[in-house]
């Protein structure tokens, strides 16, 4: 069911006007990442006609990426509206590709990095249980975070270790903020197209005021006046080559845009269903193999690889439009958008504060996602651990950059970022702690005045060690407390009551055995006269509130003892 | 003006609103509790309390005894004509309501306020 401040869920089709303005959204909040294709580019000594035509072919394969990405099939693309981009994963083993050999050595590298990513993709469900849902929830605060970061060093013109590069702080910072007020106070207060276009609205008073200011720079100001309106972008030409001293580090890449994508779609999973309550892995493998496909077809026309981008689901909750039609609309609008020089150009020239503002915009809103996500689950000291010392791992890389780039170049692309920093280590610590987690747990008590508070604390802790959601031990610790107080008054119970529990992500299991009569379960529920006046009107009634607060209930006698076994869905 | 009452398990906190009696339960209306909760809320209506509010906001979990404590409450006010009004309920209590089918049998506010003013109406 599609939460309440959606205006357009993900099933949903608007109309061709709003899927084309979201489309363009969309696009235009691409432009700080076209940065890193430029850097590749002009690494490996490309004029800036060869740049913009490069910015071109890099739009056909977002294109690509992201129409893939929104399909529904058996065996490709998430089913949700997320857009493509260019990414930093790749950024250091792509300039290393071209220096070492030009784009034939990209090429080849960038191709392997999809094809890994594609048989990453295929292990996620066997590795379901080195996967939690907090693990996944702190990927995405984790991308929020560093959406946050990257923001804030755009908009005040701050370098990777936190120095000022900007000339004109006061006036870039201004019109940083400018934008960034556009952007969250139509998000605030406005209702219907500008909440919908807010950051459509936000980035172009941004850019009108820079141009006005005269912050638009000089550079970006030559190449838009000489790039042709229109042009067919043409490809290279050149095979592919391979270096094995590259390897490591594609590879490395390819597992952070998985990593990535499982954040973004678990992400995209959640804005989406009001009622969602797990990561759907099948969805998560297609999107991975999407993003792999897309990975490749950058290769082929001689471009960085991409991954799929958390600033597009925190500018579709923003706009409350998350409808996956609008992906193909992306997608197209892009491939067509490669034919016009002149827009690559345009994107690029948009100054780093107002790129700043909007990535700093739609960060927010991954962030609370993330936070919403980890907590959603009961958390015990094991899980407390693994999400308090991964987050501030990553976090420190940050902060302390200058510690991380003096680390031994062996172990450099396992620190490239916060965000592989804090999911390796949450990974590492979570397959370190399920070490002594039982899946199945016994315990006795005598029913009595403390049995409630005994029930509550033991089921409340199992939960904790097992994650388990919050809701379902609520109901399992009513079902258990409710029962064991029937027994205790209605079935000539004789000496403690037994209760087993046993938990996987799918299913929570409760056995009551006891020496006593059996457990009555009632399939109606009996009139409020009959609970109200009769001798057994409670009983009749417990037998119905177990019955109906469990997915599956059973009673039955095995030797001497009454069983009762309650199934929770998970 | 509150005052409090009861005993292992479940508090009692009373006060009075716009001539509205209001009573708190705190902890687990169970098998252990609902004797005393049912005694006090027959008490207060039998000493002219005809207009109830019962705040659910610090109720733990309510089990078949409690809810066969309120339908008895429920049927003493309709003897003196009078209004019972429950308000502030957890996600889980209201979802015991509606498992149980008490939700359409009792009047559920979700505030406090709005609980009182429902109450006070004839």
């Known amino acids: 069911m599609n939460p309440a401040n959606l205006l357009y869920g993900v099933s ?17 909040i691409l432009a700080p990442t076209l940065v890193y294709p430029i850097v590749i580019l002009r690494a490996g000594g490309a004029s800036d006609a060869a740049v913009v035509n490069g910015v071109s072919l890099s739009f056909v394969a977002l294109g690509i990426g992201t129409s893939l990405q929104s399909l529904r099939h058996r065996h490709i693309g998430s089913g949700y509206l997320l857009t493509a981009t260019p990414t930093a994963a790749y950024l250091p083993a792509g300039i290393a590709a071209v220096t070492l050999g030009g784009s034939a050595m990209l090429f080849g590298m960038t191709l392997l ?16 249980a080195f996967f939690p849902t907090e693990i996944s929830g702190l990927c995405v605060l984790l991308i929020g975070t560093l959406l946050g970061v990257l923001g804030i060093r755009l908009l005040l013109g701050l370098d990777g270790s936190g120095v000022v590069r900007s000339t004109a702080l006061g006036r870039d910072f201004a019109l940083g903020v400018f934008a960034l007020a556009v952007m969250v106070g139509l998000n605030v207060w406005a209702v219907g197209r500008w909440r919908m276009y807010c950051a459509i609205i936000g980035m172009s008073a941004g850019y009108l005021a820079a141009a006005a200011l005269g912050a638009v720079d000089a550079h970006s100001r030559t190449t838009l006046r000489l790039a042709p309106i229109m042009d067919l972008p043409s490809s290279p030409n050149s095979l592919p080559s391979f270096s094995i001293d590259l390897v490591l580090p594609f590879m490395v890449g390819a597992l952070a845009c998985c990593l990535r994508g499982m954040g973004d779609i678990t992400n995209c999973q959640k804005v989406n269903d009001r009622d969602w309550v797990r990561p759907d892995l099948t969805s998560i493998r297609n999107g991975i193999v999407a993003d792999g496909v897309s990975t490749i077809a950058a290769s082929f026309l001689g471009t960085l690889g991409s991954s799929t981008y958390s600033s597009s689901v925190g500018m579709s909750t923003a706009a409350g439009v998350t409808a996956r039609v609008i992906g193909f609309w992306t997608g197209g609008l892009l491939v067509v958008l490669s034919l016009f020089p002149v827009v690559a150009a345009l994107m690029v020239s948009i100054p780093n504060p107002v790129m700043g503002a ?36 990553g976090l420190s890389r940050d902060i302390f950059p200058t510690f991380y780039g003096g680390l031994p170049h062996a172990i450099q692309p396992f620190v490239g970022s916060s965000l592989i920093i804090g999911l390796l280590t949450a ?5 370190v702690f399920r070490i002594g987690v039982r899946s199945r747990v016994t315990f006795m008590f005598d029913p009595g005045v403390d049995s409630p508070d005994v029930i509550r604390s033991f089921l409340e802790q199992q939960g904790a060690k097992w994650a388990a959601r919050r809701d379902v031990i609520e109901r399992a610790i009513f079902g258990t407390a409710q029962a064991a107080e029937s027994i205790a008054e209605n079935s000539r119970l004789e000496g403690p009551i037994q209760i087993e529990v046993s938990f996987d992500e799918f299913n929570l299991d409760l056995k009551l055995s006891y020496r006593g009569d059996e457990f009555l379960i009632e399939d109606h529920r009996p009139t409020n006269e009959e609970i109200r006046d009769s001798d057994d009107g409670i009983r009749r009634l417990a037998g119905f509130l177990i ?11 095995r030797g001497d003892k009454a069983v009762l076994e309650c199934h929770y869905q998970h | 003006m509150e005052s409090a009452a009861g005993g292992k398990g479940l508090e009692l906190v009373e006060s009075q609103s716009d001539g509205v009696a209001i009573v708190e339960p705190r902890g687990r209306i169970d098998s252990m509790t609902a004797g005393l909760f049912g005694a006090r809320v027959a008490e207060l209506i039998r000493s002219g309390s005809h207009h109830l ?8 979990y309510i089990t078949s005894a409690g809810f066969r404590s309120l339908l008895i409450a429920g049927r003493l006010i309709d003897e003196f004509k009078g209004k019972l009004v429950l308000c502030r309920m957890s996600t889980e209590i209201r979802r015991l309501f509606e498992i149980g089918g008490f939700s359409d049998l009792f009047e559920i506010c979700a505030t406090r306020d709005d609980g009182v003013r429902k109450a006070s109406w004839p």
């Not at chain 1, 960060?363 to 987050?391: E, P």
């Not at chain 1, 019955?547 to 059973?554: F, H, I, S």
């Not at chain 2, 509010?53 to 733990?60: G, M, S």
């Open chain 1, 12 to 28: 949903d089709r608007p109309p061709a006007s709003v899927c084309l303005m979201n489309a363009a959204q969309h696009v235009m």
């Open chain 1, 358 to 393: 909007a990535i700093l915009f739609t960060g927010c809103f991954v962030m609370i996602n993330g936070l919403q996500i980890i907590t959603y689950r009961l958390l015990d000291a094991r899980r407390t651990f693994i999400v308090g010392l991964a987050l501030t791992l």
């Open chain 1, 427 to 431: 990974l590492a610590l979570n397959a």
């Open chain 1, 113 to 128: 990095a999809g094809l890994f990513e594609i048989m990453l993709a295929q292990v996620i469900r066997r590795m379901r």
């Open chain 2, 53 to 60: 509010v019962i705040d659910f906001a610090e109720v733990l």
């Open chain 1, 547 to 557: 019955q109906r607060n469990a997915d599956r209930v059973r009673s039955s006698r």
